[in-house]
């Protein structure tokens, strides 16, 4: 049962708009959470994370939100560049664990 | 470059021939974990390697194994691939603690398996 989603498998923004990617978890005890991101024939690369005991965190150009209420978190990227484009992948797990939950990503295209 | 690399980066077999995707890690983590990925999903955990201890997923079929001879090192063996078993086979490494915050895994590049 996948108790990661990502809803939307793809994403076409252009140069210097906002993309913001969606994931929704099921598993009450995840409270930690990681987004990657992937180019082709490349393994998957950390990008940002956020603990439960935040809202928000951001790193340059990338911003996480999390509503645990709703069991809910998104990537903002502002302002969205070419080499932005890749396929990005919501993980989670819980505290004590490394097992990480993968999502099944969301391919973002960046238009020039 | 601290770094974790996956051999042979492309493998075709042939139906029911042995096949082993090879993993290397510089980084001296505790934990080597296998996941097989498929278009458009998520990618799914196999097993992993708690040092030396061995720990296998539920779901995943008898037809992997794995093997771990020492730290650096992580071999995934599929004793008789189906057609079923083409996918992107991703090893990734941390350092297992069991913190709040950090311990984010390492991916190496993959290897595609095409079963003929």
């Known amino acids: 049962d996948q108790q990661v989603k990502q809803n939307s498998p793809s994403l076409s923004v252009q140069e210097g708009r906002i993309s913001i990617l969606n994931c929704d978890y099921t598993n009450s005890m995840f409270d930690y959470f990681l987004w990657y991101k992937k180019y082709p024939a490349e393994g998957p690369t950390f990008l940002i994370s956020?603990?439960?005991?935040?809202d928000k965190n951001e790193d340059g150009r990338f911003t996480v939100f999390l509503n645990k209420s709703a069991k809910h978190l998104s990537l903002h990227i502002v302002p969205s560049q070419p080499g932005d484009s890749a396929v990005y992948f919501c993980a989670a797990r819980s505290s004590g664990d490394y097992k990480l939950s993968f999502g099944a990503g969301t391919t973002v295209t960046v238009r020039a | 470059d601290a770094m974790v690399i996956q051999n042979p980066r492309y493998q075709v077999t042939q139906f029911g021939k042995p096949v082993t995707l090879s993993c290397s890690q510089t980084l001296n983590h505790n934990v080597m974990y296998w996941y097989q990925q498929k278009s458009s999903q998520a990618p799914k955990l196999l097993f992993h390697?708690?040092?030396?201890?061995?720990?296998n997923e539920a779901d995943t079929p008898d037809n992997f194994q794995s093997r771990r001879p020492n730290t650096s090192f992580c071999f995934l063996d599929i004793r008789s691939p189906g057609l079923g078993d083409a996918a992107m086979y991703l090893c990734?490494?941390?350092?297992?603690?069991?913190?709040?915050?950090?311990?984010?895994?390492?991916f190496g590049p993959g290897t595609r398996l095409t079963v003929l």
């Open positions: 390697y708690y040092d030396k201890d061995f720990n």
């Open positions: 956020i603990s439960s005991i935040k």
């Open positions: 990734a490494t941390s350092s297992g603690g069991g913190e709040r915050e950090g311990n984010e895994q390492f």
